[in-house]
């Protein structure tokens, strides 16, 4: 197969590189960040591209934003994405509604030389490769998003969702306020909202309620 490898860890390149071609695919650009794996897989065509994930300039997502410019853009080249964590958002999007051509192994699998080629080789033929960690993590996201939180603390959010202050709920709860306000801390915490981003956690953590 035709491949092109954009990893910016220059003797992880080489090597994967040098694997491949004894394995008698063909390199046909080696890269070492997002803009140019894009700009080479429109220049190429490639069969296959193999990226990793965390890319310069910032090194946290080039690579698999790469990946995602490449599924939309040239839908007929496959895509193995290496990855040392595992980045839920962004595996789901890459599967996205077509599972075929597209893979996502941990770094630690590259290194079992037989797996990595194997998963190459099912992606290149239009099947899909997924690391078992990746699987278990894209499969806790189908959970339901109030899984995480205690049944006090769903009462708490449902009284929340009606629009009761603390001492409202402390009252219906029969708990003191300093009880409700630990349990909507820890609503906070498990459902990750962090309020970093400007808007009100309380009203987000009701709005996840009444989505779900």
Do not use: W
């Amino acid at each position: 197969m035709r491949v092109i490898l954009a990893e910016d860890s220059t003797l992880l390149r080489e090597g994967l590189a040098r694997l491949l071609a004894e394995e008698g695919h063909e390199v046909v650009a080696s890269v070492g960040d997002g803009d140019a794996l894009v700009k080479a897989a429109a220049a190429h065509r490639p069969d296959v591209v193999v990226t990793d994930v965390r890319m310069p300039p910032t090194h946290t997502d080039e690579g698999l934003k790469a990946a995602l410019e490449i599924r939309r853009t040239l839908p007929g080249v496959a895509v193995l994405v290496l990855s040392q964590y595992v980045e839920q958002r962004y595996a789901a999007d890459l599967l996205g509604e077509h599972a075929g051509g597209v893979g996502y192994l941990l770094k630690d699998r590259v290194m079992q030389v037989e797996e990595f080629l194997d998963a190459l080789r099912r992606v290149g033929q239009g099947g899909a490769a997924f690391d078992p960690e990746v699987v278990r993590r894209l499969l806790a996201r189908t959970e339901h998003p109030l899984d995480v939180l205690t049944e006090r603390e769903r009462d708490v959010l449902a009284h929340m969702a009606e629009g009761h202050t603390n001492n409202a709920i402390a009252a219906k709860l029969h708990v003191s306020r300093s009880a409700v306000e630990k349990h909507v801390n820890s609503i906070f915490d498990k459902l990750r909202l962090s309020g970093e981003d400007g808007y009100s956690r309380r009203v987000l953590a009701i709005l996840r309620y009444l989505r779900s």
